[in-house]
């Protein structure tokens, strides 16, 4: 059974920082590109960042600068540092991995809010 049980959300004034972090478990984690999408209330949900099995990371515009995705193969783990926030991350956080369309697993979601 495949579990991605994401953590670290929470509401943080702006300019302030939270670090998410995605727990797998029934994937070989290794072989899959994990990644971090938002959706934001009457949004569609959008990629935040990407990272390969190999390393290789992708960010979307907005968050360039002020986000890192990281992943910890030996603890089955994907995080997102994310300083500098702002209003405009308010959404829910969900983590993603990926290796073909068959193998396309979500997690439930955590919310982030940044406001003063």
């Known amino acids: 059974q495949v579990q991605l049980v994401e953590s670290g959300g929470g509401s943080v004034q702006p300019g302030g920082s939270l670090r998410l972090s995605c727990a797998a478990s029934?994937?070989?984690?290794?072989?899959?590109?994990m990644g971090w999408y938002r959706q934001a209330p009457g949004k569609q949900r959008e990629l935040v960042a990407v990272i390969s099995g190999g390393g290789s990371v992708n960010y979307a515009d907005s968050v360039k600068g002020r986000f890192t995705i990281s992943r910890d193969n030996a603890k089955n783990t994907l995080y997102l540092q994310m300083n500098s926030l702002k209003p405009e991350d308010t959404a829910v956080y969900y983590c993603?991995?990926?290796?073909?369309?068959?193998?396309?697993?979500w997690g439930q979601g955590t919310q982030v809010t940044v406001s003063s």
């Open positions: 029934g994937i070989l984690f290794n072989f899959y590109a």
């Open positions: 993603n991995a990926y290796w073909t369309m068959a193998r396309d697993y």
